[in-house]
């Protein structure tokens, strides 16, 4: 089983999180707020990704260091996990609607980190969540992943279910990027030899 433990404490958060790249989509997320729980849930349901989410942040202040550690959390635990990639797709892409939004997302686990962010989210916040943190979230993420990721929206109005619809897309997509070609297994997707 690809799985991988981090735990990340800093003077803003203390985050323990466990992933498991082979799992069933179990989630058990406690992250102290509500909309960034549902996303991390969804988020593990639509990948089979397995997810323990543990943090305790500054929420009193607002919720940009919840969000962007637990990017970064979990994005070292996707680049533990995948561990050398060998044998492994390392590309996956996804065209997901969402009721009336369409988010397209395409993942490259090349060993180099890039967002390239295009959701026009149009309220500030989704409840009490800022929804500019949604991309802080990603950007956490890739640079710690060490992947190349695109998220696109072709249409939607809902910031709900657009942030919504991001959060599926990147999961299928990553999904399908750190699937095992049997017949591959011992190569390293790369004319390089390594990423």
Same mark, same amino acid.
């Given at each position: 089983? *690809? ?8 003077? #803003?958060?203390? /985050?323990?999180?466990?992933?498991? @790249?082979? =799992? !069933? ?6 992250t102290g707020c509500g909309f960034l729980d549902h996303m991390l849930t969804l988020f593990a349901k639509h990948g089979r ?40 797709? *390392? ?8 009721? #009336?939004?369409? /988010?397209?997302?395409?993942?490259? @686990?090349? =060993? !180099? ?28 993420f890739v640079r710690q992943a060490a992947c190349t990721l695109h998220i696109r929206q072709l249409a939607g109005t809902n910031a709900h279910h657009i942030i919504e619809g991001a959060y599926k897309s990147v999961a299928r997509s990553l999904r ?20």
């Amino acid at each position: 089983m *690809r799985q991988a433990h981090v735990v990340r404490n800093t003077a #803003e958060t203390a /985050i323990d999180l466990t992933l498991c @790249l082979d =799992g !069933r989509g179990t989630a058990a997320i406690s992250t102290g707020c509500g909309f960034l729980d549902h996303m991390l849930t969804l988020f593990a349901k639509h990948g089979r990704f397995d997810l323990s989410v543990a943090c305790q942040g500054d929420t009193q202040v607002d919720f940009h260091h919840t969000a962007e550690d637990i990017g970064i959390a979990l994005g070292q635990a996707f680049a533990k996990a995948v561990g050398d990639k060998r044998g492994i797709v *390392r590309y996956g892409s996804m065209m997901l609607p969402m009721d #009336e939004s369409l /988010i397209l997302s395409a993942v490259d @686990l090349s =060993g !180099r980190c890039g967002l390239y962010y295009e959701l026009d989210i149009p309220t500030e916040k989704v409840g009490t969540f800022d929804t500019e943190l949604v991309e802080e979230f990603w950007w956490g993420f890739v640079r710690q992943a060490a992947c190349t990721l695109h998220i696109r929206q072709l249409a939607g109005t809902n910031a709900h279910h657009i942030i919504e619809g991001a959060y599926k897309s990147v999961a299928r997509s990553l999904r399908a990027a750190v699937t095992v070609e049997a017949a591959f297994a011992d190569e390293i997707p790369s004319t390089k030899g390594v990423l």
